[in-house]
């Protein structure tokens, strides 16, 4: 079999490829540039990670193939990234990048290339048996990536490796070490690829113009003013630009909620206030691995961003138009614009956009 693996310049990419190799695997790399903006020493490593790709892959004796998909990325991911912000909502674009560039336009890349299929350095597992292909949590729990992954599908699964699925992330970079990489000590990319080690206000701001507006406290009472709705989310403490306020007690502020209509950021003191938290919430269509809705009332688990822990849930209503959740135990900073992300044991089995958190 000829699987080509996504190298891209981590320390996860290449034992995924490195394990690969010793399953005798016919193994080839492929090294993706997504995005071109700002391309320079300051803001991005594209230079810099294709270096270490090329010297895993030389390390290695395997080919590596190059390609750039920022039109694809720009089109498919990065509109809509623009979108949602522009609207007050706070998108993921790492979801929306899995599924359209390294599950859709790598995959087609490598299939076009020869490979049968392709591999990634993700944390996660899939099963398959007479019924189809299951994502599954993987080995560690604190690495974990489904959450990114749930909008893939059955086709996509079926021609994907995940081969560090069962490692810890100690063991990866051990393997590193040994077989001599030169990205065995190198430090985990954070955040979102294409803003690098930039503020990420001063980035947004290139493409969201500041609409200030009043900062109100849920009584109405104006306390300040903010740069823009997209420039905060549900939940945030930090940046708001609020210190002491007379008549007010001492204690940190929170954003609870955005009001579009009149521009208005609602912001509360104390991180346990009862506006911070919502015992359901209704998202947009569900994407369901398997391709076929759960029946209603559905008892499962669900999360609401990366590494939460697994909390109980019930769908009563999945729709067209989407669902209907809700949370026996209320949910802290419920974000519109994230994902909501659905399990039953240790199977992911899809997820929805959320649009709206209810009390």
């Known amino acids: 079999m000829k699987v080509i693996v996504g190298l891209s310049g981590g320390v996860d990419s290449s034992v995924a490829a490195l394990l690969l190799l010793d399953q005798g695997v016919a193994v080839e790399g492929l ?27 030389d390390r290695l004796g395997i080919r590596l193939h190059t390609v750039n998909f920022a039109t694809e ?9 623009l979108t949602e912000y522009r609207a007050g909502r706070t998108p993921n674009p790492d979801v929306l990048c899995n599924r359209e560039i390294k599950f859709r336009a790598f995959l087609d890349h490598a299939l076009g290339l020869g490979a049968e299929a392709i591999a990634t350095g ?43 699925g069962e490692l810890r992330k100690r063991e990866v970079r051990e393997l590193a070490r040994r077989a001599g990489l030169v990205t065995a000590t190198k ?15 001063d980035f947004l701001a290139r493409w969201v113009p500041p609409e200030p507006g009043p900062i109100e406290t849920p009584e ?15 939940g945030q403490r930090q ?29 509360v003191q104390g991180q346990d206030h009862p506006l911070l938290f919502a015992s359901g919430l209704r998202s947009g269509p569900a994407h369901w691995i398997s391709g076929a809705a759960p029946p209603v009332p559905f008892a499962c688990l669900a999360r609401l ?10 769908l009563t209503g999945i729709g067209r138009v989407g669902c209907e ?13 994230q994902s909501v992300v659905f399990y039953l044991d240790n199977e992911c089995l899809g997820g929805a956009r959320i649009d709206q958190a209810v009390p």
């Not at 109405?220 to 549900?234: D, K, N, P, R, S």
Request: with cysteine; proline share 5%.
């Open 31 to 57: 090294f993706m540039k997504n995005w071109e903006e700002d391309d320079d020493a300051e803001y991005c490593a594209a230079a810099a990670d294709l270096a270490d790709a090329q010297a895993v892959a």
């Open 73 to 81: 990325y720009w089109d498919r991911v990065f509109a809509e990234f």
């Open 122 to 164: 993700h944390y996660a597992r899939i099963s398959a048996d007479s019924t189809g292909c299951h994502l599954r949590l993987a080995a560690d729990a604190d690495k974990d990536q489904t959450y990114f992954l749930h909008l893939l599908d059955q086709s996509q699964l079926a021609s994907s490796r995940f081969p560090l």
């Open 187 to 201: 430090r985990d990319s954070t955040g979102i690829c294409f803003i690098g080690e930039r503020r990420f206000r």
């Open 220 to 234: 109405g009472e104006v306390i300040g003013e903010h740069q823009g709705l997209a420039y905060y989310t549900i």
């Open 239 to 267: 940046g708001l630009g609020i210190g002491g306020v007379a008549g007010h007690p001492e204690a940190p502020w929170f954003v609870a909620a955005k009001v579009p209509e009149r521009n208005a950021l609602i912001l």
């Open 305 to 314: 961003r990366h590494r939460q822990p697994l909390q109980r849930c019930i």
């Open 325 to 337: 959740v809700r949370f026996p135990e209320p949910q802290r900073a419920v974000t519109p614009g």
